[in-house]
């Protein structure tokens, strides 16, 4: 037969054995959510730093085609079109990575 105290001592090492195994559960979700966040916020620059190009891009084009006239026009309308495009491309597919 044991004593109260042994089952006192062996319940006590149980529960804290419990307690250190979730501990190491919790600082294990901690560094993934960590490494979840690091991973988002490279994401999210990558993302930003191509939108912003391709805002640039777009912009470029269009102080391009202010500054034609005549049949240049007509090209440099296509060439705004398809920076244009691309901005939105780029934007929807932000929107969609961060909703």
């Known amino acids: 037969m044991t004593s109260t105290s042994e089952t006192k001592q062996a319940y006590q090492e149980k529960v804290k054995a419990q307690l ?10 901690k ?5 979840a966040k690091a991973d988002a916020a490279v994401n999210y620059h990558s993302t930003m730093e191509e939108l912003y190009a391709k805002r ?9 085609l202010q500054q034609t006239s005549g049949e240049a026009w007509e090209d440099m ?8 495009n691309e901005l939105n ?11």
Do not use: P, Y
């Open 89 to 99: 491309k780029a934007w929807e597919s932000a929107v969609a990575k961060f909703q």
């Open 31 to 35: 560094a993934k959510g960590e490494q």
């Open 20 to 29: 250190d195994k979730l501990n190491a559960q919790i600082d294990e979700i």
């Open 56 to 64: 640039d891009a777009a912009q470029a084009k269009l102080q391009e």
């Open 77 to 84: 309308k296509l060439g705004f079109e398809s920076a244009w």
